[in-house]
């Protein structure tokens, strides 16, 4: 396989992941606003990362009115990004 070609595909994948990313940034804090998940965008994204952020939420409690498991949820997906990005320089450096 073409390393170029491997390495569009593997640039791809991590912009669908920053996609993903910077939508629970605006979900996050669409949580602050009343009504805005309500609303058909809100329950759009909610589709989208309800099934994410669902095991979190079961495994750490809210801490009084504060819910962390949002916040857990994208540390994880920043650390899954970059070992993603560390996986594909492996492969394209050893293919290369």
């Known amino acids: 396989m073409d390393v170029g070609l ?3 595909v593997f640039k791809f994948i991590l912009f669908l992941v920053q996609i993903y990313y910077y939508g629970m940034i605006v979900y996050f804090f669409m949580s602050w606003i009343p009504n805005a998940r309500e609303n058909k965008f809100g329950q759009f994204l909610q589709k989208i990362y309800e099934p994410f952020l669902e095991p ?3 495994i750490i409690p809210p801490i009084g009115m504060i819910d962390i498991s949002s916040i857990v949820a994208i540390i994880v ?3 899954f990004q970059r070992g993603l ?3 594909f ?3 394209i ?3 290369a």
């Open 6 to 8: 491997l390495a569009t």
């Open 93 to 95: 450096m050893h293919l």
């Open 89 to 91: 320089n492996m492969i």
């Open 56 to 58: 979190f939420r079961k």
């Open 77 to 79: 997906l920043v650390l």
């Open 85 to 87: 990005v560390s996986i």
